[in-house]
């Protein structure tokens, strides 16, 4: 007979067995404010933000020639991820532990008001790039694409009309 192992990653080893490599992993959206002060703002208004945070942090990453990817959320942020090749050489659990840290000091001394940090964790599920939000898509972004975004060019029918999706990122 065959022995099947049927370990369970999940409570024992606190989810940390079979990962393999941790990605810092940064969400942006309106969170420095009350939700019902949030909820009042105009989606472009709080997009606008979240974007301004994003031209940030992305100065400063690429300062240091860290090699990042952004997109946007789908909803009314982004996302920056961070590859695993451009942390120390240490297991993967201890990556989630320096990726909590690195959101809270990037917040803290980039002044970054739409971070949503403290999502850092061995379980997090991430949004797959091109998921669709609605009517909107989680699209990855270039630098152009940042720096003139426009929340109606994320919907989907506009995505497809006006964005070349074959061979993207290569």
């Known amino acids: 007979k065959t022995k099947i192992d049927r370990t369970h990653y999940g409570r024992k080893d606190n989810g940390s067995r079979g990962i393999d490599s941790y990605d810092l992993i940064v969400d942006d959206k309106i969170i420095n404010v009350k939700p019902s002060e949030a909820e009042e703002m105009p989606i472009e208004e709080q997009v606008a933000m979240a974007r301004n945070d994003l031209i940030l942090l992305s100065k400063e ?22 590859d695993d090749k451009n942390f120390p050489d240490v297991e993967p659990i201890k990556k989630v532990e320096i990726s909590l840290k690195l959101e809270q000091e990037l917040a803290k001394i980039l002044n970054l008001k739409t971070i949503n940090y403290g999502l850092s964790d061995n379980r997090r599920i991430w949004k797959c790039p091109y998921s669709l939000i609605n009517e909107n898509v989680a699209l990855p972004l270039d630098n152009s694409q940042i720096k003139y975004f426009k929340l109606d060019d994320m919907k989907a029918v506009n995505v497809l009309e006006h964005i070349k999706i074959k061979n993207r990122g290569t």
Do not use: C
């Not at 690429?62 to 920056?80: L, M, P, Q, T």
């Open 61 to 82: 990453l690429n300062s240091y020639k860290i090699e990042f990817s952004a997109k946007f959320s789908g909803k009314r942020g982004f996302h920056v991820n961070v």
